[in-house]
């Protein structure tokens, strides 16, 4: 079993930027591939990023390309997203999550924290 805990969310004006950190315990992080998703208000879940088992593969949707850096230290079983040039359109819950697979579906995922909430003031 796998516990993730994120943190580093919270209130930032548009174009200011924030880490996400969210650390694992239970299991070593190089085990799975990391996914980074969040849920506007309102809205689905919806894919952000992936890191594979030891970085050399990453995947972002294509709203946050460009803006968003995904990154994992597996020496201290944590993995980053870096988020630049933040919108008002990024606010959401964000959730880290692990699995074995390099997938962007929520649901093939088999571990997944607790959630941080960030929220870009226009």
């Known amino acids: 079993q796998v516990q993730l805990v994120e943190s580093g969310g919270g209130l930032v004006q548009a174009g200011g930027s924030l880490r996400l950190s969210c650390v694992a315990s239970?299991?070593?992080?190089?085990?799975?591939?990391m996914g980074w998703f969040r849920q506007p208000p309102g809205k689905q879940r919806e894919f952000v990023s992936f890191?594979?088992?030891?970085?050399?593969?990453?995947s972002y949707a294509d709203s946050v390309k460009g803006r968003f850096t995904i990154s994992r230290d597996n020496a201290k079983n944590t993995v980053y997203l870096q988020m630049n040039s933040l919108n008002p359109e990024d606010t959401a819950v964000y959730y880290c999550?692990?699995?074995?697979?390099?997938?962007?579906?929520?649901?093939?995922?088999?571990?997944w924290g607790q959630g941080t909430r960030v929220t870009v003031s226009s």
């Open positions: 999550a692990g699995g074995i697979t390099t997938t962007s579906t929520p649901a093939l995922y088999h571990y």
């Open positions: 239970g299991r070593p992080l190089s085990s799975y591939v």
């Open positions: 890191i594979n088992w030891n970085g050399g593969g990453t």
